[in-house]
């Protein structure tokens, strides 16, 4: 039996974002070990930049719920995410915890291509999203999760989602997506970078694109009517790989020690603003 883990990061109880996650995993078909965990009810600190985490054998130092959470994600074969905006960016619950996931560099075995489904909940349409959506997609990414699939929904009432039949259409294909195929691309969403899966651009000159998420470029073709973009590695990955992902925490550990080495010197320029 799979066990999926759906998180809401949604401070309502009984709320859209609970209310999505709820009606995906009841279509899912097959039988399932489903644990929600609504975030708002564990006590989870912010992160302060010291990278204790990233030691091997080292632990947070903060003494809250973060590793009761990131365990059940990490013996997840499943997971959901479903965040609101709140003045058009993921609200402060999804970047408190996702800050805390330097720690996800121990752990990359764990995590690699875990299937996941991404939900923005929005009260405004079109655009109450902002930039939720890519805030999602990129930490998926970071997190080499394997996104099978995303929408964005919208509802400001608690229950208002399952008012409209699309958005019980999308619940129903997301839950299908989980465990089976990789959500095939809509035609009218565009184009999407080959990637990432991210279809979120920016304009170069000469009909050349700049992913946003990975930021790889593609040129901009236009064929039988019809835009197209072709994406290329155009740049080493930032994260997003395993190799990637080596060294940013090779990175961040040295810059740990260079810390250490010039405490010294950065003290006396500091001690100047106190």
């Known amino acids: 039996m799979k066990k999926v883990v759906g998180i809401s990061f949604s401070p309502r109880k009984?709320?859209?974002?609970?209310?999505?996650?709820?009606?995906?995993?009841?279509?899912?078909?097959?039988?399932?070990?489903?644990?929600?965990?609504?975030?708002?009810?564990?006590?989870?600190?912010?992160?302060?930049?010291?990278?204790?985490?990233?030691?091997e054998g080292s632990k947070c130092k903060l003494d809250d719920d973060f590793y009761e959470v990131f365990n059940k994600i990490i013996e997840a074969d499943g997971l959901i995410l479903a965040v609101p905006s709140y003045f058009l960016g993921p609200n402060s619950s999804f970047k408190v915890f996702i800050d805390r996931f330097l720690i996800s560099y121990n752990y990359y075995k764990q995590l690699y291509m875990k299937p996941t489904?991404?939900?923005?909940?929005?009260?405004?349409?079109?655009?109450?999203?902002?930039?939720?959506?890519?805030?999602?997609?990129?930490?998926?990414?970071?997190?080499?999760?394997?996104?099978?699939?995303?929408?964005?929904?919208?509802?400001?009432l608690p229950g208002e989602v399952l008012l409209d039949d699309d958005n019980i259409e999308t619940l129903k294909r997301l839950a299908k997506n989980l465990f089976g195929e990789k959500e095939k691309i809509i035609e009218e969403h565009g184009n999407v970078c080959s990637i990432c899966g991210s279809n979120y651009f920016e304009f170069l000159e000469n009909n050349f694109v700049k992913c946003i998420v990975c930021k790889n470029k593609g040129r901009i073709v236009i064929e039988d009517n019809k835009l197209n973009i072709y994406m290329e590695q155009t740049g080493e990955p930032f994260y997003g790989t395993k190799e990637a992902n080596i060294k940013h925490k090779q990175w961040l550990m040295n810059m740990k020690e260079r810390f250490i080495s010039e405490r010294k010197k950065l003290k006396e320029i500091t001690k100047k603003y106190l």
């Open 117 to 156: 489904i991404l939900i923005t909940l929005a009260g405004v349409k079109p655009s109450g999203e902002g930039y939720v959506d890519l805030a999602l997609k990129t930490t998926a990414r970071a997190l080499n999760l394997d996104v099978k699939g995303s929408a964005v929904l919208y509802g400001a």
């Open 14 to 55: 009984l709320g859209n974002c609970e209310i999505a996650i709820k009606e995906i995993v009841n279509n899912i078909p097959e039988d399932l070990d489903f644990e929600f965990i609504q975030m708002s009810k564990f006590n989870i600190k912010q992160c302060i930049a010291c990278y204790k985490c990233l030691f």
